[in-house]
Structure formats: structure tokens, C-alpha cells
């Protein structure tokens, strides 16, 4: 009986979440030609921001959004967190099922006391109201595969729960029944085997659901990928033990229950309930079963009608890069915009305003949009954005607004990491040094390709070390040259220390490789090395997963050009009068040049070094 009950809920459950969508897309947001216009009196704005302040995300709505999703994350994990006891639990029957009852007794003694119950089913009926109200703030059902699974599996548990915390717990507190592994394994592996299996089904969708919602909000944290794979393998190796465990009790109950007159002995020891009571036990699992089918159906379908009144009313213009334009609803987000008319958007995590991954750049209408939230705010500066970038799922336009999105729709979690002020865009005066090797194209002819890769490869590796050792950042190999940046995170003449100390390391890292793979090479390797200092812009530039850290303008372009004057000078490395003088080098007893620089209105001094070896920053 219970296993139809429950097989019928899921068929309700997945029909009421269609007819939601149903009656949310057939008012979903149009598209519009350029040049069409949508008007909005300020009068009907303002009362729209009135309405949004107390239902929708506005002034008001927004700090409640936040607090929403973190009580519901520390609900989640308090349940998570009984559910992994609970598993552990059960990992005792690879033991005995004597084992089983005597972990049973340290794991009830915390979860049947009243600050365990409190938290345990407080956590619960928070965490699934929650779940509920957020479904129903949803303003279109357009979510990634992972964020859908993991809502479908967090609606099915209490399915299969109800029954199973009204025939356990509630027996417990009005007939006193035991339930003592003995019994209940009796009864999921021997008497009612499909009760088993959907306990066992239980078992996988809570561990599968709350590990997917830890996933999603861990991998945000710069420590996480490191771990994952250990947490992976815990995580699957927990679920395996646990069933390993459920089946090995089985079969020693199986066992016992030949013995004679240990069955009828145990279910009294147990006091379990009597037919009278088992058919006021189903009675109340059948009501409570479905109420909460019909509470969901309730949700669902306020949601849809919600939704559809909501994009027939007001309308607000965004505009996309290329001229894109699309009518939203007025009170949704730019992110819900995007998902709801099918522009890809990136969101690792779904919009709860955590990843930044979402950000967009506000080219028109920022004065009109509210100040970012202090959660908002947060996660901006943490990844250094200028004042013209938003989160994409914290803003929500009144009126017209033209953004762009500043990641691809493929970028993944580490876009949305920490980064440095500058990374959006800024002048800071830095050291940038070039580095190329001499004669590379003739040595290239004569060696194999498989040759010429790895003597680059053990070149760039002995580059980068001399680079990040002086506390430099390798901004970009190409062919055979090498770009570094130096003052990035410190001052001006840090920086130009940093790069005199790199090239003296770069030079003696060379002689070190020449001497290694002399037998392999018909002459030593020779570099050349520009370092120039001055104003630059530097920002995270490119496209798609060729984003990178780099710096453009005069200072870049002088550096490049001294590199490529140790030719004609044959020597070493060549530094910028500009870049000793900051760095405190004594560069006076070095070749003094004067000379002229493309697009340079005035000629630069430099100083032109045979060999790098042993120079270092404030002395000759």
C-alpha cells in the first residue's frame, strides 16, 4: 500500500511541476525589434517599486533573498549532517547488527534529546519551506541540469521520509514502539522487501541531494578543488558502506528468523504496534503523504499564476552586445532575463549571488538601478570590479538598461575567484620585461619537432622558475619569447628590483640548461632581455578560456623594443635608465646609449649589459 501511495505522489509531484511551467512560459518575455519603444510614467514605476519592496526582489526583498538562502544552507547542512550519522550507522552492519543497535545508542542519545529533535526536525521543515518559497519566487523554471536535479531530488525525499519518520519516530512517542534495528531490517529485508528498497532509495537521494547543494557552494572556495576528489571518494565510499552494510544485516536477520521463536521474541521485546495501531499509523501517513502533495501542487501552481500575471504587466528594455534586445518583466533580475529568453549567461551558482561568474557590464542606464546590496557589494570588491560591473543576479532594471556580460556562458567556478583591483582595468606604473631567444629559428631547422618542444619546454620552465622566484608574473609565452610583469601587488620600485633580480636569475638558469643538454645542442642557447619601467594598463584580457592577466600601452611596447636591441648591441640584457634609477641599480659602469623609441616623441637612455649573471638591484 505504501509503495502505490508513494508512486502516485511522484506522479502528482512531476505533473504539477509541468503545469507550472506551462502556465509560465506561455507569458513569457517577447522579443522586440530595435528601435521599438517601451514606455513606463514614473509614476507607475515608482508604484511598482513599492509592489517589488514587498513580493518581488527590490530594496527590501533583496537583503530577505540573502538571508533566505543562507538559513536554508545551514538547515541543509545540520540535515546533511544527520544523514552522514545515519549512514555511518548503518556501515556498522558489515560489523553485526549488534553493532548496528550499539552505534544506534550514541546516535539517538544526541538525535531523540530536545536540542537534537529541536535541530533535526526545525532543520527540516525550515529547510523545505524554504525550498518551497524559493520555487515560488522563481520567476521562470530556465535552470542548469545541475540545479534541476537537485530541486526534483529534494522534493521526492519527503515522498518516501513520511513514512518512514511517522512509522518510526511518532510510533515511538505514542505507542512506545522500539525500533531497534532487529525489527525494522525484519521488516524493510524479509516481511515488506519493497519498503526495503525504497528506504535504500532514500538512503541515495538525501546523500545525493545534500552533496550536490555542498558541491555547489564549496566549489567557490579556492581551497576546494584541491580536495575534491578526496571528498568525492569519501562521499561515494560512505553511500557504498552504508547499503554494503544495509545487506549484510539483512542477511543476518535472515539467519536469525530461522531460529526458533527468536522472531516472536523480538517484536515483543520491541513492543511494536498492534494491527489497530498500524492502521491508525497508515491513516496518518496517508494524510500527511497527501497534504504534502497537495501543498506542492499549491505552490506550483501559485507560482505559474504568478508568474503569468507578473509578464503581462509592466516591462522593462535590456540590451545585449550586438544590438540584442529583449522585454523582461519589471522586479526580474538581469540573470532571470537572460534564462528566461534563452541567452546563455553564466551562473556557476545559480544565481545566488556568490560565484560572480554572472557579472555584466552596465553600459546605460547604471544611475538607474539601486545601490548594490552589501552582499552584493562583497563579492564585487573581493574580485576587484570597477564601479560599472554588476552581478547579473542582484540586479534588478526599472527602466531601460544595456548591459554586457563580462564572462563567456561556459565560465566555470575559478572565474569567480578572488582577484586582485586591477584585474578590471587600471594605470598602474609597473616593470615589464621581455625575453627572447637568439637564433632560435635557425636551431629550430635542425633539430626534430619532438626536439624543438621539449628544449622550449625546459626553456620556459627555467624562465618562469627565475620569474616567479624573483616575484614576477609570467604573463605569456610566445614562440620562443617570454613577457613578464613585475609590481603588480607592490610598489613601482619593488617591481624594478624584481626584474633586475629575474634577469640576473634568467641568465644564470640558462648557463645551467646550456651545461646540462650541451651533448644535445651544436651551440649554447642565447637570450636577450629588455626591462623597461613606466605607466601601463593593465586587466584580465581576451576571450573565452584565453583570458589572461597582461598589460598594454607605451611601457610594453619599449620593453618589447629593448629585447630586440640586444641584437644589435650583442649583449645580454638591456635596462632602461627609468627602471635602474627606480630599482637603485648603480648602472654606471655599464655602456651608456641614447637612443629613439617608435611613437616616442622624446629619446629614452638605457644601459647595455654583456652578461646578466650576478647583477643585482641596488649595486652594480
Known amino acids: 500500500m505504501l509503495d502505490f501511495v508513494n508512486f502516485r505522489a511522484a506522479e502528482v509531484d512531476f505533473a504539477a511541476f509541468s503545469i507550472s511551467g506551462v502556465l509560465c512560459f506561455t507569458g513569457r518575455s517577447e522579443f522586440v525589434l530595435k528601435g521599438d519603444s517601451v514606455f513606463m510614467a514614473d509614476a507607475v514605476r515608482g508604484q511598482h517599486r513599492e509592489q517589488v519592496g514587498a513580493s518581488r526582489p527590490g530594496e527590501a526583498a533583496r537583503p530577505a533573498g540573502n538571508t533566505i538562502r543562507r538559513v536554508r544552507l545551514w538547515a541543509g547542512l545540520i540535515v546533511f549532517v544527520f544523514v552522514a550519522t545515519h549512514m555511518l550507522n548503518h556501515t556498522l552492519g558489515l560489523i553485526s547488527i549488534g553493532a548496528m ?71 515511538y512517542e505514542w505507542f512506545g514502539a522500539e525500533e531497534s534495528y532487529e525489527r525494522l531490517i525484519l521488516l524493510y529485508w524479509i516481511w515488506v522487501p519493497a519498503i526495503g528498497a525504497k528506504q535504500a532509495l532514500l538512503l541515495v537521494i538525501a546523500w545525493g541531494h545534500g552533496c550536490l547543494g555542498l558541491h555547489y557552494w564549496l566549489r567557490l572556495k ?3 578543488p584541491r580536495w575534491f576528489p578526496a571528498l568525492l571518494t569519501a562521499a561515494v565510499l560512505l553511500v557504498v558502506m552504508a547499503l554494503l552494510g544495509f545487506s549484510q544485516a539483512g542477511r543476518e536477520i535472515s539467519r536469525l528468523n530461522q531460529l526458533p521463536g527468536w522472531t516472536a521474541q523480538m517484536v515483543k521485546a520491541a513492543r511494536a504496534p498492534g494491527r489497530a495501531e498500524n492502521a491508525f499509523i497508515i491513516q496518518v501517513i496517508d494524510g500527511v503523504w497527501y497534504g504534502y502533495v497537495l501543498l506542492l501542487a499549491l505552490v506550483l ?26 522585454l523582461a518583466p519589471v522586479g526580474a ?22 560565484c560572480s561568474t554572472c557579472r555584466v557590464r552596465v553600459l546605460k542606464g547604471l544611475e538607474g538601478l539601486e545601490a548594490a546590496s552589501p552582499s552584493e557589494q562583497g563579492v564585487l570588491d573581493r574580485i576587484g570590479a570597477p564601479p560599472n560591473v554588476r552581478l547579473a543576479c542582484q540586479t534588478w532594471p526599472v527602466e531601460e538598461i544595456s548591459v554586457y556580460p563580462v564572462l563567456p556562458h561556459t565560465a566555470q567556478a575559478g572565474a569567480g575567484a578572488s582577484q586582485p583591483g586591477y584585474s578590471g582595468g587600471q594605470d598602474r606604473e609597473i616593470t615589464v620585461l621581455f625575453a627572447d631567444i637568439r637564433g632560435f629559428t635557425t636551431f629550430s631547422e635542425k633539430k626534430l619537432p619532438y626536439d624543438v618542444v621539449f628544449f622550449l619546454n625546459r626553456y620556459f620552465e627555467v624562465m618562469g622558475d627565475a620569474i616567479d622566484g624573483a616575484g614576477g608574473t609570467v604573463n605569456q609565452f610566445v614562440g620562443d619569447g617570454v613577457m613578464a610583469l613585475f609590481g603588480m601587488d607592490t610598489s613601482p620600485e619593488e617591481g624594478s628590483r624584481q626584474a633586475i633580480i629575474a634577469a640576473g636569475a634568467m641568465a644564470e638558469g640558462l648557463r645551467e640548461m646550456n651545461e646540462s643538454l650541451a651533448e644535445e645542442m651544436d651551440a649554447p642557447l642565447r637570450i636577450g632581455i629588455g626591462i623597461h619601467t613606466g605607466p601601463a594598463v593593465v586587466g584580465r584580457i581576451g576571450r573565452g578560456e584565453a583570458i589572461y592577466l597582461t598589460a598594454v600601452g607605451d611601457t610594453v611596447n619599449t620593453a618589447s623594443r629593448l629585447q630586440d636591441l640586444t641584437k644589435e648591441y650583442n649583449c645580454q640584457l638591456i635596462v632602461s635608465a627609468q627602471a635602474a634609477e627606480s630599482a637603485g641599480f648603480d648602472a654606471s659602469g655599464f655602456p651608456r646609449h641614447e637612443i629613439t623609441v617608435r611613437n616616442r616623441s622624446e629619446p629614452i637612455v638605457i644601459r647595455t649589459i654583456d652578461d646578466a649573471r650576478g647583477i643585482q638591484a641596488g649595486g652594480s
Open 101 to 171: 543497535d550499539a552505534g544506534r545508542w550514541w546516535f539517538l542519545s544526541f538525535w531523540r534529546s530536545w536540542p537534537g529533535t529541536f535541530l533535526l526536525y526545525g532543520s527540516l521543515t525550515v529547510h523545505l519551506t524554504l525550498a518551497l518559497v524559493s520555487i515560488y519566487r522563481r520567476p521562470h523554471l530556465r535552470m542548469p541540469v545541475w540545479e534541476a536535479v537537485q530541486i526534483i531530488l529534494g522534493l521526492s525525499i519527503p515522498l518516501i521520509l513520511i513514512a518512514h519518520v511517522i512509522g518510526t519516530r511518532l510510533a
Open 222 to 224: 579556492p581551497w576546494y
Open 301 to 326: 501552481a501559485a507560482r505559474g499564476v504568478r508568474c503569468a500575471r507578473e509578464n503581462h504587466g509592466a516591462k522593462v528594455r535590456i540590451i545585449y552586445p550586438g544590438g540584442r534586445e529583449i
Open 333 to 354: 533580475s538581469v540573470l532571470e532575463a537572460s534564462r528566461e529568453a534563452g541567452i546563455p549567461h553564466a551562473s556557476v551558482c545559480g544565481g545566488r549571488g556568490r
